[in-house]
């Protein structure tokens, strides 16, 4: 009898050494099926992610009306409503102080619209990457106070701006803390610090998954609550429509890699409705200048919309993705889009050349594979160390060395908290700065302290990988005949979305197929004709394989019958929706 966890096709040992695992019981969603009218491979795809005959309706249409809390569970989110009522009414200068990636970005944005709509004096300020580094910096808070502001809100940045906002405070700053980052059992001196992910926060377990963008739509619920309770609108002034916001929410969720469950679910599927809508006239330009041509989905964001808005802080200036966000005027709009999809290309090149290096450095044999070069660019290490992190399945950190000083950024595998063991190495004495979340981090080190910090996360994180290592298979959810790779199949299962990170995409076995034409295009990536004994022939790509054993494999493959396995996706390029798979692995079926 077949059990979550048994082998798919009989697969132990495939091309790239994983075990093949059903996610769930072969027929476990049956029930789920029946009981919501939907098609047996939507109801296994929902048992596999944990839901119930009872709870999935819940989850397949999520809704703000199911999932959405009261703003007040969270600390200081009143006090932080009331501060900015008060500058609203009073007409004091506000400054929205946003990190350089998309969270912040969308954060920035998001508030920098609701405070604009009703009537307050509102700027914002994003930090440069290259000169000034991450989060609140005493100069920045003293140059924000000469200049005039009253109240600063940091988002997706501040929960350990110790020294920062100890010179804001005295230079009579009131900051509010928007974030989402690992908090300590010490706090920075602030008017008000919102993060679900404070030690002293009940409402952490169910919603500390929530990007920072998710708390900025939350105050910006408290807020808008607050004016509307004290009279605000009564005299005729036009009450801001927050559901119009939900666009950004969902940028930012996908983009910071937040987990898709939860009222993360409910912030995606509404918001890629407000998207598809194009209210938004920056993201719509966006949208036309990185050629998407149909209703955008989760994938999109994540691959297409967030990387042009983070090429801005990367490789060029970090307030463009701001800019484009709340633009309003379709000249400035296209001519910002346009720059940062030339800037997306910069750092496409810039990220090839450093992974590159990184691999030729990495210890892979590390817990945690750390890759120190001199002179890279800290624009591209992030996303350097997500390659690192999926070529060695562990942890990586990948740190940029220059004057002695070295920034880094950090990627994690699902049950390995690196955010707090960057956390930890900080409180050691081992950085000069850091922080993060379970998936990722950032930090300053001493040159001279990168092997001591090896040392450190190898130790605190060893046990952790281990378990995640043993534990590592392809889960997969479905075993077909090639000729069950349909166009229907896809849109079925597109029905189970929205999927990303903590509620995966499906992942399909298919076979036996044989490799009928294998060519190399694009970036390393390996297009294949699969044909089925069964007469079918499918289209399937494996991104950035060509030289892996996997891209290997397919290329001298020859007639040798395969399973392959990866998601199923629908091309409609030519008009006439068709099946494609995007493989992840595969094994010899003979």
Known sequence: MMHAGASVFGVDHSILGQPWRWRAVPGAGAAIAQAHGLSDAVGLVMAGRGAAPETAARLLKPTLRDWLPDPSLFKDMDRAAERLVTAIRGGEAIVIFGDYDVDGATSTALLWRLLRHVGATVSFYIPDRMTEGYGPSVPAMRALAEAGAKVVVTVDCGTQAFEALAAAAEAGLDVLVVDHHKAGWELPACHALVNPNRLDDDAGPEFGHMAAVGVAFLLAIAVNRLLRDSGWYASGRDAPDLMTLLDLVALGTVADVAPLTGINRAFVAQGLKVMARRDNLGLATLGDV?????????????????????????????????????????????????????????????????????????????????????????????????????????????????????????????????????????????????????????????????????????????????????????????????????????????????????????????????????????????????????????????????????????????????????????????????????????????
């Open 290 to 590: 990185a050629r998407m041509e149909r209703a955008p989905e989760a994938g999109d964001l994540g691959f297409q919309l967030g990387p042009r808005i983070n090429a801005g802080g990367r490789v060029g200036r970090s307030d463009l993705g701001t800019r484009l966000l709340i633009s309003s005027d379709p000249l400035e709009a296209r001519t910002l889009a346009e720059e940062l999809d030339r800037l997306n290309g910069e750092r496409k090149a810039l990220e090839a050349l450093t992974t590159e290096q990184a691999l030729a450095v990495a210890p892979a044999a590390d817990p945690v594979v750390v890759a120190v070069g001199e002179g890279w660019h800290p624009g591209v290490i992030g996303i350097v160390a997500g390659r690192l992190k999926e070529r060695f399945g562990r942890p990586a950190v990948v740190i940029a060395t220059e004057g002695g000083i070295g920034k880094g950024s950090g990627r994690s595998v699902p049950g390995v908290d690196l955010g707090a063991a960057v956390l930890a190495a900080k409180d050691e004495g081992l950085l000069v700065a850091g922080g993060g979340h379970a998936m990722a981090a950032g930090l300053t080190i001493a040159a001279d302290r990168v092997e001591a910090l090896r040392d450190f996360l190898s130790t605190r994180l060893g046990e952790a990988v281990a378990r995640a290592a043993d534990g590592r298979a392809l889960k997969l959810d479905a075993a077909l005949a090639p000729g069950g790779v349909t166009a229907q199949l896809g849109e079925e299962l597109a029905a189970a979305g929205p999927y990303g990170q903590g509620w995966p995409a499906p992942k399909l076995a298919v076979g036996p197929v044989s490799v009928v034409k294998c060519d190399v295009v694009g970036q390393d990536h390996v297009r294949l004709i699969l044909a089925g004994r069964d007469g079918a022939r499918i289209k399937a790509m494996a991104f950035r394989h060509a030289d892996t054993p996997l891209g290997q494999a397919f290329a001298g493959a020859g007639r040798r019958p395969l399973y392959v396995a990866g998601r199923l996706v629908i091309d409609s390029w030519s008009g006439e929706p068709r099946p494609e798979l995007h493989l992840d692995d595969a094994a010899w079926a003979d």
